[in-house]
Nanobody, 120 residues
């Protein structure tokens, strides 16, 4: 059974830090690119960060560049999102996503999400 389980969310003050984890099981984790998305109330889900299957290339939304870092540990089947200098605008449900191409078809798995609230 495929599972992606996020953890590490919570309430943090502006300027604080959180590290989100995404534990994967039920598929070959090292064959999949990993992404973090977020969705705030009343807004569309947006891509926050992405990392290739071997961890060699990363990309970030402009809004988080320089503050967030995506990483992965393929030996532990886990992806991470280190979030520093958090702002109230970062408040959202954060989701991890595993993605690969199979003959030009997208195979994607989603986690259930974890709430991040940045407030004083």
């Amino acid at each position: 059974q495929v599972q992606l389980v996020e953890s590490g969310g919570g309430l943090v003050q502006p300027g604080g830090s959180l590290r989100l984890s995404c534990a994967a099981s039920g598929f070959t984790f090292s064959s999949y690119a990993m992404s973090w998305y977020r969705q705030a109330p009343g807004k569309e889900r947006e891509l926050v960060a992405r990392i290739t299957s071997a961890g060699g290339i990363t990309s970030y939304a402009d809004s988080v560049k320089g503050r967030f870092t995506i990483s992965r540990d393929n030996a532990e089947n886990t992806a991470y999102l280190q979030m520093n200098s958090l702002k109230p605008g970062d408040t959202a449900v954060y989701y991890c996503k595993a993605t690969k191409l199979d003959r030009s078809r997208v195979i994607a798995y989603w986690g259930q999400g974890t709430q991040v609230t940045v407030s004083s």
